[in-house]
């Protein structure tokens, strides 16, 4: 370490200005305050001391969708060997399958995201952002495992620009920015984001995983079954026409997008995350409060119009990425509401509007993604009423007390 | 040949007092004909014509018309002139007037047409009212274009209905962009001409 330290101190001054580099000093500073944290203090007055910065948080919430990302690659293998007849084909094979399957998203992701901000910030002479960190692995993890890479560069590309740079960088942003993502490529490309060939791996990758598929496979995910059945109560079945339980969406072992699969996996997460205090408790919960409330609602009044409606509210939060956009989406600090009641609205509206989209819209199987970005608009407003109601409460008692 | 006041009110409008870019009115059609290249063409030919014309006519009888009610006399005369542009595409272009439905009754509305009947063809005599609506309404139709350009390109894979893409493309794996064909990318687009003509013409931005 220390060599390296060594290292960075002599070629410094080429980076600094002047030198000669200087044009790409923030690529500089972001990878020194990458490999130490900086040691230089504020020099005025702060009221607040502590070691937390982007970095770190960033850092954490990497941790937290670890679990995430090791059973998302070990299920595309899972879901890849069951649909050519090889379940038993071992761990380790189907754990090389998934990473094999899931790296070049994850390469193309960081690469087109990482590019243009480093463009974006030498261009504009800011800082490098550690914000992109968790945006580039958020990215394959929402999306289909048979996403082209070229679609997810072409998303990346613009939601960095147009939801991001265009609003002045990491912390600024209206939207979330791996949801953009998500939504450029739902609209975008409808073909290759839902239906039956976009969630399991049916392709060898490297030469791993040869086989034809067999006959009863169909690889629609359980949301997807459900919105094109007619039934009052569908029969969800895996994608060999085996019927799964809801004990099987809350481990995992169910087709769908690569990360959001396994609700244990994303509660595994939530603890690092509350423990650690990187996200808001109170929206986490609230979101969750309002996807049983609105599921309770829904599964009221079944009808075979609306066949979502026979997800009891325990199911509906199991299946599909309602908890993924609970635990990591929703709790996005900056396109969240930030007052403290603001908190409890936005989450609760969040969880009751994913719902209600996932049952009563049957264009959508999948309400989160949709039900986040909106409220991510209206979460400024949400702010705005809050605090105007704290004033009027705090005046009224200025005037009591005259 | 032209005066001062003509010229600038026929090039004007071509870009640093664009409608559409500078000004930001006429959006609306702007987001809703541009999905493909023709009915664009179509549009802009057919707002360039009323925009000329009710300018002219406006400017003719600018001052027999009463302050009070000049706006219902706007509103008379541009109707009619819709009306002429509506059935002339009727009776000579059928199919285009399907595809184009309402929103050639709704030039009526366009904002670009009330605001230079009274910002310049109410105080300027007909000539230079006429060169300014023909340069607003080409102004118009020059952003229309280009939007529709890029929309039709990469939404629907053609130009004027031909395909320009290759077909070994598509077999390679490409895919057209429907959300090109949705009005909200017609917004980006329109924001990314917006971006690439202030950054060229620098007091143009905002502090």
Redesign the interface.
Known sequence: MKGLRNYLNKVKPNFMPGGRYSKLQSVFEGFESFLFSPNTTSSTGVSIHDSNDTKRTMTVVIMSLVPCLLFGIYNIGYQHYLAIGNPDAGFWNLFVYGFLALLPSIVVSYVVGLGIEFIGAQIRHHEIQEGFLVTGILIPLICPINT?V??IA?ATAFSVI?AKEIFGGTGMNIFNVALITRA?LF??????MSGDAAFVATEPVFGLGEGSVVDAFSGATPLGQIATSASENPVLTNIIGEPISTLDAFLGLIPGSVGETSTLCILIGAAILLFTGTASWKIMLSVFVGGLFMGFIAHLFPSATYPASSLTPIEHICYGGFAFAAVFMATDPVTGARTEIGKYIYGFLIGVLAILIRVYNSGYPEGAMLAVLFMNAFAPLIDYFVVQANIRRRLKRAKMND | MLSKISKEALLGPLSRNNPVIVQVLGICSCLAVTAKLEPAIVMGISVTAITAFSNLIISLIRNTIPNNIRIIVQLVVVAALVIIVDQVLKAYNYEMSKALSVFIGLIITNCILMGRLEAFALSNKPWPSFLDGIGNGIGYAIILVVVAFFRELLGSGTLFGIQVIPQAFYEMGYSNNGLMILPPMALVTVGCIIWWHRSRNKDLQEQ
């Open positions: 082209p070229w679609m072409v147009f450029f609209f975008a490309y409808p073909a290759k």
